[in-house]
């Protein structure tokens, strides 16, 4: 099975635009999550998806949105860039079925500078 | 969810001895994971360990869940310059409310040839 994939790898914006990033569960996964790392914070958790619906939201601003498809690929956009949002954008699925325990696989995650 | 706290924040040993690098939470859980980052990628997961069990092996890796200290640990034996890597530990209390992990800042763990 292929793993988790994310789209763009790297990417430059500047502040105050917007950015959108993707991401591809292995097949067959359902839940989706994202989080967010950098050298200060450390690896925090921003939102996950199950079904298309917003299961669990970390402690971030509305700056930050995400939303999941009926075949489980995600996005997540953050608007109004601010230099802090730079970091290292994580996504993770998970089977989420009855049986299943909330192990994680991650994917690259995707390199974002904001200038 | 819960966040772990892993102890020591920096490791630095040679290839060949062993590492072993703690966690501790606070409520708790239903299981325990352990994941392994190597810089600048995404986390690979290593081992989870549930609340009823005490020691779990995969390999090179022991894992050992004491619920009474709410705390775990992770030995890696015979360590290698490939081992070289942050780890983290995610207790979970997760169950129908959904997959949310809540990660320590992690151990810095440098295997020297």
């Known amino acids: 099975k292929a793993g988790v994939t994310q789209t763009p790898r790297y990417l430059i914006k500047t502040r105050g635009q917007q950015v959108t990033l993707s991401c591809s569960p292995i097949s067959g996964h359902r839940s989706v999550s994202w989080y967010q790392q950098t050298p200060g914070q450390g690896l925090q958790f921003l939102f996950e998806?199950?079904?298309?619906?917003?299961?669990n939201k970390g402690n971030f601003p509305g700056r930050f949105s995400g939303r999941q498809f009926s075949n489980s690929r995600s996005e997540m956009n953050v608007s109004t860039l601010e230099l802090g949002d730079s970091a290292l954008y994580l996504c993770?699925?998970?089977?989420?079925?009855?049986?299943?325990?909330?192990?994680?696989?991650f994917g690259p995650g995707t390199r974002l500078t904001v200038l | 969810s819960q966040q772990g706290e892993e102890d020591p924040q920096a490791l630095s040993i040679q290839e060949g001895e062993n590492a072993t690098m703690n966690c501790s939470y606070k409520?708790?859980?239903?299981?325990l994971q352990w994941y392994r980052q190597n810089s600048g990628r995404g986390l690979v997961h290593l081992i989870l360990?549930?609340?009823?069990?005490r020691e779990k092996h995969s390999g090179r890796l022991r894992v050992t869940l004491d619920t009474s200290k709410k705390s775990s640990s992770l030995l890696i034996t015979a360590s290698r310059a490939a081992d070289t890597a942050s780890y983290f530990c995610a207790p979970s209390s997760n169950s129908n409310s959904g997959y949310a992990l809540n990660f320590g800042k992690g151990t810095s763990l440098l295997v020297t040839p």
């Open positions: 409520t708790s859980i239903n299981n």
């Open positions: 993770a699925s998970s089977l989420a079925d009855y049986l299943s325990t909330d192990t994680q696989y």
């Open positions: 360990i549930r609340s009823n069990e």
């Open positions: 998806y199950f079904s298309e619906t917003q299961r």
